[in-house]
């Protein structure tokens, strides 16, 4: 199936545009002074950037409601600040601070928020698909209408717990959209030298489950297919597969040379598709905002992460007893 | 040349079942693949069918008769003008057989009742009334008391529902409790056992059963890496709370994937609670007990012991905390450490040693995490002597825990060291010598046990 294009451009909003583009502001931006911070020796083990794929998680967070849920693998930065947790919370967790939102004893790959329905940050490749799905059979069990995001990359697609999650969701009707972020590298592995299937989304035809490829990179396109899908999953129809095209501009982790993909292709897709470029072309282009008017989100973005990386600094680490805490509920 | 019928073992770990319901008459010509019976093990009702042709000549054990042994002569087969005097004889066997009871359908065999010898358990008030049942009722029981009590109790795994379930455990369940809350999963562990711990964090407090925790193998991951470490993870926010459930270790000729004691391993890992009971009040409280920890506790059984009887208190509610060992019997001498079926040897051991002028001290852990070291190491003080019993492998054995333990803590009160009684450092074989050889054993037990006193 072909990449779906953008819809109407006049169904959009000025204020939904200037929402889109600050959030993925914010996450390129954090996710830049992270990987600054990593090389400072601030952030220790492994740190997966988000940069280049913002627009999957934002356009996905603007169809949700409260009490939806969302759990995702250990690129998980993005889809802590899309679902309003704070900055200064995720950064100090990742400088493994007491302010961090695990204490600082989860770390890049483990946090979470209960009051936000973020789940993790799983460092498990795979896990938090069968995971999603039993957060939706908890929701559906109590029978309410929320809908859970379990998203995953085209590396985790290959793993067999997706498939028998599938059934088992397709089978109980859970109210689950599973979302593949579908960047084409399993770290250093593309998908045509993993699979030969075509398209991951259309795997889950095989179990009755319906599903779309989208343009991963148009906020605006993630953003209706969103919409179809949790119109799906609320109805009770049971699950949703999207499958989001899109790219991730840095290595796999902080230690990938990259040495898979050539630079063009990169330079290609930065040039060409980039999600936060695209929205200020159409704020600009129809006349809606100046570049003043995003010259001023810039610098409001820039003190956000500048504010969340100098807390991720000051706040202590944990206190030594805090080793023998939450082992247990 | 008539033919002898006897009693089938239907399945690994049948030595008796009830004849519930003859379907020929004497007289009858029967074919081969023909339906003789039914008959009703300890897991389910099976029909019989013939394997050779011929006439009925004589039922040997009547309709309704319970604790039938395996191999009794139940039916003989005569041919064309032949007559049942002609047969083998077949007198004997029929008077081994238990009498007709009255209700066959709900009889369930069972051993005779273990004695409790120790003093009064604190687990429940002196005085309190004692009913006879298994340690399959008692779980049973278990979770049906709480998924009344909480209606974010739900059950599942394979074949819990609509078959009853493989070993019986929750027959019945879904009749009470509906198809929401007892949920038949396909044959995919790893999937429905993260969709389990996903429902946990989403409120739900699910009981996966495993139907051996061999199986559990496929699904570990979620058990070690998204159940047990959450909550330390994050920071505390989310606790597990779900009890993993079912068989665990060897059952009887099933060979080396289907016969292993995982007890060491769970128990290796912080952030489960690992049970592993012996006695059916033991399965029942800390089932109970498991189904309302916020934590994920891992609750092995054991095949063999689910149909064994105790006595259970007729209490409308109990529970049995965990981290709490029981001393099965007081002694002087030695201190015999055990907990799930190694305690069938450790007791056995300990009436025989008795006899020989051994008094020994029996304790069963019941819980592997967290696990009562005072208990433990307040006896060794006493008897000066351990000897420790468990089915799992060797190497890396709680036995080995324990011996390192007391040995920290306890030196200078051994007079001996420490023994671990254990299963042998083999893949299970299959042939009866064979595994009879590779298992833990009374004798096994006794020897050890003279051995730390120098007998």
């Known amino acids: 199936m072909a990449a779906k294009k953008a819809p109407e451009k006049s169904n959009v909003s000025k204020e939904e545009l200037l929402k889109f583009y600050r959030e993925m502001l914010l996450i390129r931006r954090f996710e830049e002074k992270a990987g600054q911070l990593y090389g400072m020796g601030l952030i220790g083990g492994f740190c997966h950037l988000y940069i280049g794929q913002e627009a999957v998680v934002v356009g996905l967070e603007a169809t949700t409601k409260d009490g939806d849920k969302r759990i995702t693998s250990y690129r998980d930065h993005g889809h802590m600040l899309a679902c309003g947790m704070d900055a200064k919370g995720v950064m100090a967790e990742l400088t493994g601070r007491e302010g961090g939102y695990s204490k600082g004893k989860g770390g890049s790959m483990h946090m979470f928020s209960r009051e936000k329905h973020f789940y993790g940050g799983h460092g498990i490749v795979g896990a938090q698909v069968p995971l999603g799905a039993g957060l939706a059979l908890a929701d559906k069990y109590k029978g309410n209408d929320n809908v859970t995001f379990a998203y995953f990359g085209d590396g985790a697609a290959n793993q067999g717990q997706v498939y028998e999650t599938y059934n088992m969701a397709e089978l109980w009707a859970l109210p689950v959209i599973f979302v593949i972020e579908n960047n084409h590298y399993a770290m250093g592995t593309s998908q045509a030298r993993s699979t030969k299937s075509e398209t991951l989304f259309g795997r889950g035809l095989a179990y009755g489950i319906p599903g779309e490829q989208v343009d991963g990179m148009d906020v605006l396109a993630v953003k209706a297919a969103g919409e179809k899908a949790v119109a799906h999953c609320r109805a009770g129809k049971g699950p949703y597969i999207l499958e989001m095209m899109t790219y991730r501009y840095r290595g796999h982790s902080m230690s990938d040379p990259a040495k898979y993909r050539t630079r063009e292709e990169v330079q290609k897709m930065k040039d060409e598709k980039d999600a936060i470029e695209h929205v200020r072309d159409l704020l600009i282009g129809s006349g809606l905002s100046s570049e003043e008017d995003l010259k001023a989100i810039d610098r409001e973005i820039k003190d956000i992460v500048n504010e969340s990386a100098e807390f991720a600094k000051a706040s202590p680490e944990p206190a030594l007893s805090e080793l023998w805490t939450d082992i247990y509920a | ?455």
Request: some cysteine; overall charge negative; proline content about 6%.
């Open chain 2, 1 to 455: 040349m008539a033919t002898e019928v006897l009693m089938p073992a239907l399945s690994p770990t049948m030595e008796e079942g009830t004849l519930a319901k003859w379907l020929v008459k004497e007289g009858d010509v029967v074919k081969s693949g023909q339906i003789l019976a039914e008959i009703e093990t300890d897991k389910a009702t099976m029909e019989f069918e013939a394997v050779d042709e011929g006439i009925v000549g004589k039922i040997l054990i009547a309709e309704g008769s319970a604790g039938v042994k395996v191999n009794t002569p139940i039916l003989v087969l005569v041919e064309d003008g032949e007559t049942v005097s002609d047969a083998p004889k077949a007198a004997a066997p029929v008077a081994e057989a238990a009498a007709p009871v009255a209700a066959p359908a709900a009889a369930t065999p069972a051993a005779a009742p273990v004695a409790v010898v120790s003093r009064a358990s604190a687990d429940w008030p002196e005085g309190t009334p004692m009913k006879t049942m298994t340690v399959r009722e008692a779980l049973r029981e278990a979770m049906a008391e709480e998924m009344r009590a909480n209606p974010n109790v739900m059950l599942m795994g394979e074949e819990v529902g609509e078959y009853q379930g493989a070993y019986k455990i929750s027959q019945g369940l879904l009749e009470e409790f509906g198809p929401k809350r007892i949920v038949d999963t396909p044959i995919t562990e790893i999937g429905f056992t993260g969709i389990a711990v996903g429902a946990a964090w989403g409120g739900l407090n699910p009981i996966v059963e495993f139907m051996t925790f061999n199986f559990a193998m496929q699904a570990i991951d979620h058990i070690l890496n998204s159940a047990a470490k959450t909550n330390y993870m994050s920071g505390g926010q989310l606790g597990c709370p779900i009890v993993f459930r079912g068989a665990n270790g060897a059952a009887a000729r099933v060979g080396a994937q289907h016969s292993q004691d995982f007890a060491a391993w769970y128990a290796a890992i912080p952030g489960l609670k690992v049970v592993m009971p012996y006695s059916a009040a033991d399965a029942k409280g800390l089932l109970k007990q498991a189904i309302r920890d916020p934590n994920p506790v891992v609750f092995l059984e054991n095949e063999i012991l689910y149909g064994r009887s105790f006595e259970v208190p007729a209490l409308e509610d109990f529970t049995i905390p965990f981290g709490k060992a029981r001393i099965w019997r007081e002694g002087t001498d030695v201190t015999i450490v055990s907990f799930g079926i190694g305690m069938t040897y450790a007791l056995e051991a300990a009436d025989q040693l008795a006899k020989e002028g051994i008094s020994a001290e029996v304790i069963d852990l019941r819980t592997l995490r967290p696990l009562d070291y005072d208990t433990v190491l307040a006896s060794v003080m006493k008897t000066n002597r351990c000897v420790t019993v468990e089915e799992g492998f060797p190497v890396g054995a709680i036995g080995n825990h324990l011996s390192a333990v007391i040995m920290e803590r306890a030196f200078d009160y051994l007079d001996a060291p420490v023994i671990n009684c254990t299963g042998k450092d083999v893949p299970m074989p299959y042939a009866a010598n064979l595994e009879k050889l590779a298992l833990v054993t009374t004798a096994d037990v006794v020897a050890a046990v003279k051995s730390v006193c120098y007998r």
